[in-house]
């Protein structure tokens, strides 16, 4: 825990280092909030609760032949960036305006519904969930006793369970909620599974993904119930351990220790980049967990959202990439075809032209 440093801290400096590479924009009530909050949080005493799991692999040093990327990413109000090539890294870079550092944890915002996926995928490979088709009242009591019992586990990827529209200001309310923020008077009232279970009705699948944090919500609290494991212990034993991760990771919870799939996921920048590269690999290997990804492009919906993109297992696709991307300016491309990955943090919350994330995509296409 004594390296967790979130980049976000540094906003409470308004000092700026003119003669730097970078500029410093100024912080929006979002991340004003996880500046006040966030050295309580991943110390286990604030107002969310955390589970963090402790790295205990020796970590093989990473080798590449070096290139050179500053032009795309030391600028504006990037906080790191990494590239790997061929399995190889070849780019990694950090602004220290922003606290950037190879130990620091970054908050991968919702990026981590992306590892949310990946875990569901990973279960499914270990036998564990018999077919993404079954529906999830099959593996959850709690949850067999809402709309969702008879929702399949790939509507609930894909986002299509019909339980709701995407809402922005229903989707903040709801983060409130989970977070128990004091000030909105949630305290003591984050229970995933008290809130999931006061849905009335599913809508219906209309074959149209609909960006919203609930069907993240239902694959958490299965999760936890089929494995009795919660999600954050599954990602580790599924897939973390085989990183050859850097460091720890801390997953935010809520008061009963439910994973929080949709947001709260903190690991250094090399290993976000790591879990791009294993997603890629899988899919070249074609093996199951491969499989579970390529399946998950093939098979993914238009999104009521984004005009172009669409939604597959609980990741965007474009133009043949896996786009994870989080509030802020937190992503990863990945490209099968060129076996390249690009892993970007900022804190940026503006995703228009000139954002991290159209210079990643342009890196990682090139």
């Known amino acids: 825990m004594k390296h967790i440093i979130l980049f976000l801290s540094c906003l ?16 929006d009530e979002y991340f004003q909030v996880w500046i006040k909050d966030y050295k309580s949080i991943v ?10 799991i402790e790295n205990t692999k020796p970590v093989e040093p990473l080798t590449g032949n070096k290139k050179n990327y500053d032009k795309y990413f030391k600028k504006n109000n990037n906080q790191s960036a990494i590239v790997f090539e061929k ?3 070849v780019y990694e870079t950090y602004n220290a305006n922003w606290d950037g550092s190879k130990s620091n944890l970054i908050h991968g915002q919702s990026m981590t519904k992306t590892v949310t996926g990946l875990t569901i995928g990973a279960l499914i490979c270990a036998g564990q969930i018999s077919s993404i088709n079954d529906e999830i009242g099959k593996y959850s009591p709690t949850l067999a006793s809402t709309p ?6 790939k509507q609930a990827l894909q986002m299509r369970s019909g339980i709701s529209k995407y809402d922005t200001k229903e989707t903040w309310d709801i983060w409130w909620m ?6 909105r008077g949630y305290a003591g009232k984050n229970h995933l599974k008290d809130y999931i ?5 599913a809508g219906g699948d209309g074959g149209i993904s609909e960006y919203h944090p609930h069907d993240s919500f239902a694959l958490s609290i299965m999760t936890s119930e089929l494995t009795s494991k919660s999600l954050a212990r599954n990602f580790h034993d599924h897939v973390f351990s085989k990183l050859n991760a850097s460091g720890d990771f ?3 919870t809520d008061a009963d220790g439910i994973t929080v799939p949709t947001s709260g996921l903190f690991l250094q920048a090399r290993d976000w980049a790591r879990i791009g590269v294993f997603m890629g690999q899988s899919m070249i290997k074609n093996d199951c967990i491969g499989n579970f990804l390529l399946d998950g492009i093939i098979e993914a919906s238009r999104s009521s959202r984004l005009k172009g993109w669409k939604y597959g297992y609980h990741f965007w696709t474009h133009k043949g990439l896996i786009i994870l991307a ?3 300016g937190q992503t990863i491309y990945i490209n099968r075809q060129n076996q390249s990955v690009v892993m970007a943090s900022s804190v940026n919350p503006k995703y228009g032209d000139g954002s991290v994330f159209g210079i990643a995509g342009e890196v990682v296409l090139k």
């Open 12 to 27: 409470l400096f308004s000092s700026v280092n003119t003669a730097s590479a970078f500029e410093q924009p100024s912080a």
């Open 178 to 183: 989970v977070t128990g923020d004091k000030e």
């Open 250 to 252: 801390v997953w935010m």
């Open 197 to 201: 279970q006061t849905i009335e009705s």
């Open 43 to 52: 110390a286990g005493d604030g107002p969310v609760p955390v589970e963090f």
């Open 87 to 89: 399995n190889k890294l």
């Open 148 to 153: 969702y019992n008879r929702i399949t586990i």
């Open 326 to 328: 989080g509030f802020g």
